[in-house]
């Protein structure tokens, strides 16, 4: 396991935050899935930090809903019921178009250069398979970039929050459909109608686009889901068999 080292003369606060950060990040990435049990002692071990900052660190993230804390078992992952998946569309959906809705009047050349330059980054990402922990990221980055002129910064965190909740299962589901193309077509197009100021139409393309992938994706987590109890369920039987 690689070693990350945040010792060293950094205020508590700061250390908390960059434990939280850490442990979001390995979530996104699902290199720690849903469901899975944070034990502080191998986390505080693994970041070389006292158990303190570790332990505030998982309060940080109960709060934010990104993990859970059972009885007799402790923090784990959050593991989101479909139902919830899209709720959390339907969130982003009344909220994201009212924030580029605010935005878009405000939004300069250089506004533009910056999205279609992460655009650009966020493509070759996805046709490169083995930056899949990048895709989520530069997805923020670009819709962040057309949300920026509206200046609403609590906003912002709001939203911020909602979409990383739901960003590891955005990841798996385009990392095991490919629907790819369909995701590049839609930032394109976004992307040009902010251009041409077309406050009503970006706003419609943006609501009915999460709309959208908030359904499709409450649909591929059930059935990947049922997949996984099917092998689970399968290796089992194998066992007893044997």
């Not at 605010?102 to 070759?124: G, H, K, R």
Request: charge should be neutral.
């Amino acid at each position: 396991m690689t070693q990350n080292s945040f010792s060293g003369g950094i205020p508590r606060k700061s250390l908390t935050s960059a434990v939280a950060e850490k442990l979001r990040e390995k979530i996104v990435r699902g290199d720690i899935r849903e469901g899975e049990q944070l034990r502080q002692d191998a986390i505080a071990q693994e970041f070389q930090v006292s158990r303190i900052p570790v332990r505030e660190a998982l309060r940080q993230l109960e709060a934010e809903g990104v993990i859970t804390i059972v009885p007799h078992r402790g923090a784990v992952v959050s593991l989101l019921s479909c139902d919830e998946i899209e709720e959390l569309f339907e969130m982003r959906a009344i909220l994201e178009p009212e924030v580029l809705r605010a935005s878009i009047p405000n939004l300069t050349d250089a506004d533009f250069a910056q999205a279609e330059d992460v655009l650009d980054t966020y493509d070759a990402a996805l046709r490169n398979e083995t930056n899949v922990g990048e895709w989520g990221r530069l997805n923020w980055v670009f819709h962040s970039t057309l949300y920026n002129g509206a200046h609403r910064p609590q906003f912002m965190a709001v939203i911020r929050n909602i979409n990383f909740n739901g960003e590891r299962y955005i990841r798996l589901q385009l990392y095991l459909t490919r629907a790819l193309e369909r995701a590049r077509e839609e930032h394109r197009m976004l992307l040009e109608l902010c251009r041409k100021r077309d406050v009503e139409a970006a706003c419609e393309l943006l609501a009915r686009h999460i709309r959208s992938a908030g359904k499709s994706l409450s649909r591929f987590v059930a059935e990947h889901r049922r997949k996984q109890e099917e092998t689970s369920n399968s290796k089992g039987a194998t066992s007893v068999s044997v």
